[in-house]
């Protein structure tokens, strides 16, 4: 079964053009031109990745992806015409999983299009393997922070922790390496993909937001620790 794209982008030659593409490339495609929109199909479609334009008429982007993140998993790739830090910051923080930014050839959309969809398989075929193999409720426990494998769930003090999905993958990450230093670039390539394309700073934001939920003072993290001139260790 082909793997469904859902394009939410409200300029017209712009849209047909990524459908084509997309299509070409053998992927199912729907496509959709405003915020409001986007939210009916993707929650209908449950696409496998949804390409999200910044701008849109109704709701934008940024609300989508924050709405959308709450409800599933689905890899988001934004698509912004300003090339501004603060929109690609913000447009991690509230679900996008990489951004483009306008004007961007359609090889390299493509590229990235690959690369969250292999990511997707990966992640399915992984969790596939601990649903075989891994015993009900298999947990990794740190004091009061408990991270439950089989249920994606993380608890602090028996509360449950509302992470994105990739804030879980980092999380689980450095708890599977306690102890070791690993550089951001590791980090970068185990946890994002080889293929991604990025730099490192992508694990700095993630960081941070990680420790303002499970440290007791992120200004002083002591689970999550800073490795002068190195990378990150978790520490429990």
Excluded: C
Excluded at 56 to 80: N, S, Y
């Amino acid at each position: 079964m082909s793997e469904i794209v859902l394009v939410v982008e409200d300029e017209p030659s712009l849209q047909d053009t990524l459908t084509y593409n997309l299509k070409k490339e053998g992927y199912a495609v729907e496509a959709v031109g405003d915020g409001r929109s986007a939210l009916e199909a993707a929650r209908r479609l449950k696409p496998d990745l949804i390409l999200l334009d910044l701008m849109l008429p109704e709701i934008d982007g940024f609300e989508v992806a924050r709405v959308l993140r709450k409800e599933m998993t689905t890899a988001i790739l934004m698509l912004t015409a300003r090339d501004d830090e603060i929109d690609r910051v913000v447009g991690l923080e509230v679900g996008a999983d990489d951004y483009l930014t306008k004007p961007f050839s359609m090889r390299e959309l493509i590229a990235r299009v690959k690369a969250q969809l292999r990511r997707t398989r990966m992640l399915r075929e992984e969790m596939e393997k601990i649903g075989e193999s891994v015993p009900a409720h298999e947990t990794l426990k740190f004091g009061n922070l408990v991270i439950d494998l089989t249920r994606r769930e993380v608890t602090l003090k028996n509360q449950p922790l509302q992470l994105k999905p990739k804030e879980y993958e980092l999380l689980l990450f450095l708890a599977e390496h306690r102890g070791q230093m690993l550089s951001r670039e590791f980090i970068l390539e185990r946890v994002w993909g080889w293929d991604f394309i990025g730099d490192s700073r992508t694990v700095d934001v993630h960081v941070r937001w990680l420790r303002q939920k499970i440290e007791s003072d992120s200004a002083n993290p002591t689970r999550i620790v800073t490795v002068r001139g190195g990378g990150y260790r978790f520490e429990g």
